[in-house]
């Protein structure tokens, strides 16, 4: 699909809802209540505006009263291929012909450069969850000869990738950087002993930090990887590594303002919220997970015209100041670049008789910067350039700021006094 959407991507999306209405109980419910007879929605604006969205407490929430896979159910057991669990717990049940998000996968693999008859060695969970075994079996069709190696157990893996000269690593980069330590301890050279050349990275941020860092230890090339536990792989890094490229085939993504839930153009940041296509055990419909990103204009230099993505973070700590949406994330971006910073909080306010908001960091410091008024004024001037919003600067010592205020939750960072009266 493209976004925003051409008139032939909807096709498929009315057919999904279609398909959704007449097979699933809870989206029968959900449609008639809200008046809408698929066959007639016929525009996508159509679609937005009247189909209601899905949060993952909906989906819980339902699992929960009708135990164990609630209304949206709509296929018999017998016809279920496999039995996935998400953290909650989530029960996914899915036919054998949905396969999994492995197309897409595929796809994904050979974007990295992995050719077939490279050994490749999957460190995700395999117990329970979906994500090792969907890539294992995306790695096994993609030619690959497949070490199942799960999590935990790193002298083990060592010795399994250096005997059999894993070339593809697959997993979490912390789990690699693990490996890296693990291998020293066992008195090996990472970058000598170990093959690894490219490594599919998923399930956790890859930092431009810990991508330079293992990218030295091992001499390996990371792609990153995002995707959801309900829908599937999203998107991956091309070898050109600016965003990532949405996959999105068996899927129809929605980038939407989350304040005004208008359709947000290459450039800005959207919450994502995905329909499922085609027939699915379990379907998903306006699926929204609370995962913002950002979209990135223009197209990429691999000649690979689908949009690109950048995950920003929880769509619920997302605040609009000054007209633009800013994430703790950003902001922690520009903060973690400066040493003698820790946790922060932003604080928003709209003084009376003045035209515009006004945004306060407090900044928290960890040791005494040695120059405060010149932290202050550089860590503005970064803040300016790239979270695009002019921001006062306070520095206070990080005790003062909350705990929650931490990444990756960022809970309680944002602090909005806008509307008190
Ligand atoms: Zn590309």
């Known amino acids: 699909m493209t976004w925003p959407p051409r008139s032939d991507d909807f096709l498929p999306l009315r057919d999904a809802l279609v398909w959704a209405h007449k097979h699933s ?46 209304e949206f159910l ?17 029960f996914i049940p899915r036919l054998p012909e949905e396969r999994g998000g492995t197309p897409v996968l595929k796809e994904a693999i050979a974007a990295m450069g992995v050719l077939p008859g490279e050994v490749a060695h999957i460190t995700l969970s395999y117990h329970i969850m979906p994500g090792g075994l969907r890539l294992h079996r995306a790695f096994e069709e993609a030619g690959c000869l497949v070490i199942n190696g799960g999590t935990g157990a790193s002298q083990l893996q060592v010795e399994v990738a250096r005997a059999w000269r894993a070339t593809v690593y697959a997993g979490t980069p912390s789990f690699l950087a693990n490996l890296g330590d693990t291998a020293k301890q066992m008195g ?12 599919f990275s998923t399930a956790e941020a890859l930092t431009p930090q810990l991508r330079r860092e293992l990218g030295e230890l091992f001499g390996i090339e990371l792609f990153d990887h995002c995707g959801e536990a309900q829908i599937g792989p999203l ?74 993505i950048v995950f920003i973070g929880q769509v619920g700590v997302i605040k609009k100041i000054k007209g ?23 604080v928003v306010d709209h003084p009376a008789g003045q035209r515009y ?65």
């Open 74 to 90: 709509a296929v018999p057991r017998e016809r279920f291929g496999s039995l996935h669990t998400s953290p909650g717990p989530i």
């Open 357 to 421: 908001d006004r945004a306060v960091l407090r900044a928290g410091t960890v040791t005494p910067p040695p120059d405060a008024e010149a932290l202050k004024r550089s860590l503005a001037e970064k803040l300016k350039a790239n979270v695009l919003i002019q921001m006062d600067v306070e520095l206070v010592a990080e005790a003062e700021i909350p705990e929650a205020a931490g990444g990756p939750r960022f809970a309680e960072t944002m602090v909005d006094r806008r509307h008190r009266s």
């Open 235 to 308: 998107a991956g890094e091309c070898r050109v590594h600016e965003g990532m490229h949405l996959h999105a085939r068996d899927l129809f993504c929605e980038f939407l303002d989350p304040e005004t839930g208008e359709p947000v153009e290459p450039g800005g940041i959207g919450e994502i919220v995905a329909t499922q296509l085609g027939p699915r055990a379990l379907p998903l419909v306006r699926y929204a997970p609370g995962d913002a990103f950002r979209l990135l204009p223009g197209s990429c230099p691999c000649g690979d015209e689908s949009l690109r």
């Open 324 to 346: 633009v949406l800013v994430h703790p994330a950003q902001v922690h971006k520009v903060t973690s670049s400066f040493p003698e910073l820790g946790r922060f909080q932003i």
């Open 25 to 70: 109980p809870y989206y029968q419910r959900l449609l008639d209540a809200a008046g809408v007879h698929p066959a007639d929605v016929k525009t996508y604006e159509d679609f937005r505006r009247r189909v209601p969205r899905t949060a993952k407490a909906d989906l819980v929430a339902n699992q929960r009263e009708h135990p164990p896979f609630g």
């Open 188 to 199: 090996l050279d990472p970058r000598r002993d170990l093959k690894y050349r490219v490594g």
